[in-house]
């Protein structure tokens, strides 16, 4: 037996959201709050993990040094 899962509130929302009829533009600036908004929050839990580890700008500079020559060593 397959089980649907009940909808999100997330979900439910969108759904209400959607029964509107909106122009091009309106839905290209709702595609941009929400993209925004899950960036903010991505952006949020990155810089908390950063802090966490006590990371630095050096660090990510190392970093991005390692993959650039991984990259270049590789062809890409």
Same mark, same amino acid.
């Given at each position: #037996?397959?089980?649907?899962?009940? %909808?999100?509130?997330?979900?439910?929302?969108?759904?209400?959201?959607?029964?509107?009829? %909106?122009?091009?533009?309106?839905? #290209? @600036?709702?595609?941009?709050?929400?993209?925004? /908004?899950?960036? @903010?929050? %991505?952006?949020? *839990?990155?810089? /908390?993990?950063? *802090?966490?580890?006590?990371?630095?700008?050096?660090? #990510?500079?190392?970093?991005?040094?390692?993959?650039?020559?991984?990259?270049?060593?590789?062809?890409?």
């Amino acid at each position: #037996m397959n089980r649907q899962k009940p %909808l999100t509130n997330l979900q439910l929302e969108i759904l209400k959201l959607y029964a509107v009829e %909106l122009t091009e533009d309106e839905l #290209m @600036d709702l595609k941009n709050v929400l993209a925004r /908004h899950f960036a @903010d929050r %991505l952006s949020k *839990r990155v810089d /908390h993990i950063w *802090r966490q580890k006590g990371l630095t700008p050096e660090d #990510m500079d190392r970093w991005l040094n390692d993959e650039k020559s991984n990259l270049i060593s590789a062809g890409c």
